[in-house]
């Protein structure tokens, strides 16, 4: 059984740097096929696609964000982490990572992790 825990600050202060972590258990993030996602969630919204991690460690990003995104990963913890420079109160949601298949669903969720950008 994969399990993914999101975790990094609940608040976040305008202009600053959001930072999460996901932590992977029960499965590899270099296995192949799989690709590791952030997707966020702000209040009364849908889902939104932030980016993505390959089990190779190549990175995607959604073209709306991708002037302030950053993901990496450190293989040796099994971990995957968001930067996401530049946060205004817009950037407040629920930020859950993901795991999926190429070509495929996402599978495995984190339970999400709730950020507020304010002063």
């Known amino acids: 059984q994969v399990q993914l825990q999101e975790s990094g600050p609940g608040l976040v202060k305008p202009s600053q740097t959001l930072s999460l972590t996901c932590t992977v258990s029960?499965?590899?993030?270099?296995?192949?096929?799989?690709?590791w996602s952030w997707i966020r969630q702000p209040p009364g919204k849908g889902l939104e696609w932030m980016g993505v991690?390959?089990?190779?460690?190549?990175?995607y990003y959604s073209p709306s964000l991708k002037s302030r995104t950053s993901i990496s990963r450190d293989t040796s913890k099994n971990q995957f982490s968001l930067q996401l420079s530049s946060v205004t109160p817009e950037d407040t949601a629920v930020y859950y990572c993901?795991?999926?298949?190429?070509?495929?669903?996402?599978?495995?969720w984190g339970q999400g992790t709730q950020v507020t950008v304010s002063s």
């Open positions: 993901a795991r999926v298949y190429v070509h495929s669903d996402y599978d495995y």
């Open positions: 991690i390959a089990y190779d460690g190549s990175t």
């Open positions: 029960g499965g590899s993030i270099t296995t192949s096929y799989y690709a």
